[in-house]
């Protein structure tokens, strides 16, 4: 694994992590970075997060750009400068794509059904959703992606690709049928534990 470890992680990942490695005592040591590189992992969502919560307490209405196109921008330069940096390979960026648009389709359905809405003005949007909310679900697309390779985390045996399309579909459709039973919703879960069974995750210290 330390082989490959050169072509997996930047150069910034790799001096921050060997500069904590040096530095932290050796009892505490797994402990610390277990946080740090979890921390590490959420760092889109924590941004996107943190500007949100500003942008919401600071932002006035007068000014000339609107709050939901200024969090839409400050989402793509993050995702620039990530690629940029080589915090994030264009793998992991294409999953972050597919994140983005299966969440702007979900917050489609869900404000055309009246279950919440966007009522600040925006340039970005469509069909009455800001662009910038699929970056919500993109950050959690983000963090998946960037903790299995920062933990080097291996899933055995991993389902077949039928198993795993159609537990997706399950949870998606349970997800926009708003009007199933709890029972019916709670369906996906029980298939998922049973595609999910005997599986084992491998973590590799790096």
Same mark, same amino acid.
């Given at each position: 694994?330390?082989?490959?470890?050169p072509?997996?992680?930047?150069?910034? &990942?790799?001096?921050m992590?060997?500069?904590?490695?040096n530095?932290l005592?050796?009892?505490?040591?797994?402990?610390?970075l277990?946080?740090l590189?979890?921390?590490?992992a959420?760092?889109f969502g924590? /941004?996107l997060?943190g500007?949100? /919560?500003l942008t919401?307490?600071?932002?006035?209405s007068?000014?000339?750009?609107?709050?939901?196109?200024a969090?839409f921008?400050?989402?793509?330069?993050v995702q620039?400068?990530?690629l940029?940096?080589k915090l994030?390979t264009w793998?992991?960026a294409?999953?972050i794509?597919?994140f983005?648009?299966t969440?702007?389709?979900?917050?489609w359905f869900?404000v055309?059904?009246?279950a919440?809405? +966007?009522?600040?003005?925006?340039?970005f949007?469509?069909m009455d959703?800001p662009?910038?909310?699929?970056?919500?679900y993109?950050?959690v697309?983000s963090?998946?992606?960037?903790?299995?390779?920062i933990?080097?985390m291996r899933?055995?045996? +991993?389902p077949?690709f039928?198993?795993?399309?159609g537990l997706? /579909?399950?949870?998606y459709?349970?997800?926009?049928?708003v009007?199933? /039973?709890d029972?019916?919703?709670?369906?996906p879960?029980?298939k &998922?534990?049973?595609?999910?069974?005997?599986?084992?995750v491998?973590?590799w210290?790096r």
């Amino acid at each position: 694994m330390s082989d490959q470890l050169p072509l997996q992680t930047g150069v910034l &990942e790799r001096r921050m992590g060997n500069w904590a490695r040096n530095r932290l005592p050796p009892v505490l040591r797994d402990a610390i970075l277990f946080v740090l590189k979890q921390g590490w992992a959420a760092l889109f969502g924590g /941004l996107l997060l943190g500007a949100a /919560l500003l942008t919401r307490v600071f932002w006035q209405s007068e000014w000339p750009v609107h709050r939901y196109d200024a969090l839409f921008v400050f989402a793509i330069l993050v995702q620039l400068l990530f690629l940029a940096l080589k915090l994030e390979t264009w793998t992991e960026a294409r999953v972050i794509v597919l994140f983005h648009l299966t969440g702007t389709a979900m917050e489609w359905f869900k404000v055309r059904v009246g279950a919440w809405g +966007y009522p600040e003005p925006c340039f970005f949007r469509v069909m009455d959703v800001p662009l910038f909310s699929g970056f919500m679900y993109a950050s959690v697309g983000s963090y998946m992606a960037r903790v299995i390779r920062i933990f080097d985390m291996r899933f055995i045996p +991993y389902p077949p690709f039928w198993q795993t399309f159609g537990l997706a /579909l399950l949870i998606y459709v349970a997800f926009m049928t708003v009007t199933l /039973l709890d029972r019916g919703r709670f369906y996906p879960t029980t298939k &998922e534990r049973s595609a999910t069974a005997g599986q084992r995750v491998g973590m590799w210290s790096r």
